[in-house]
């Protein structure tokens, strides 16, 4: 098993956060895992994307150049880096609250999920990232839900417990959603 990932957004909403829990998932599952991080040069809102690699045998590279299996498209300005880094046979999970100029995918798989809307209905456009992790999750199967619902608690919970309860719930609305 190998997924290599981008995880792209707009700075704010979430992207590297998305790629933390993949991160922390994927060690407590005892998969092997890298993590790399670009951001623009704004000072606030500008893109940035986190690259994952999560396998399990160990992991020559930690680059993923235009060869991701798995990548998400938070916002419209990162869309196009994301579309044109997908391989062949791989998936590009697009916010399309957000995104609304996009292209015919050839060879992948485009699933449009209207992300921040969900997260709105569920009381805060601030976890549509979470949505959005759940739909990757169950479109990919790169980590069980429990595991990624396991590492919110820990990674939320001492500091910010109010958080707990509404990200496992985006991140289980997002899951149902491509389940």
Do not use: W
Not at 48 to 71: K, L, M
């Amino acid at each position: 098993m190998l997924h290599k990932c981008m995880f792209s957004g707009s700075g704010g909403q979430g992207s590297a956060l998305m790629a933390k829990i993949v991160c922390l998932g994927a060690i407590k599952e005892g998969l092997k895992v890298v993590m790399t991080q670009t951001y623009g040069i704004e000072q606030r809102g500008g893109d940035s994307t986190a690259f994952v690699i999560v396998s399990d045998d160990p992991i020559g590279s930690p680059i993923v150049e235009n060869d991701a299996n798995v990548a998400v498209a938070l916002s419209q300005s990162i869309y196009e880096n994301c579309f044109e880094g997908v391989v062949p046979g791989g998936k590009l999970f697009t916010n399309s609250s957000i995104v609304e100029e996009t292209k015919e995918a050839e060879g992948f798989e485009q699933k449009m999920l209207p992300v921040s809307d969900m997260a709105v209905e569920l009381g805060t456009v601030r976890c549509a990232n979470m949505v959005m992790l759940g739909a990757v999750l169950a479109g990919t199967e790169m980590l069980k839900l429990e595991t990624a619902e396991e590492v919110i608690r820990e990674t939320f919970g001492a500091k910010k417990p109010k958080l707990v309860d509404l990200n496992i719930e985006a991140l289980r609305t997002g899951f149902a959603a491509v389940k």
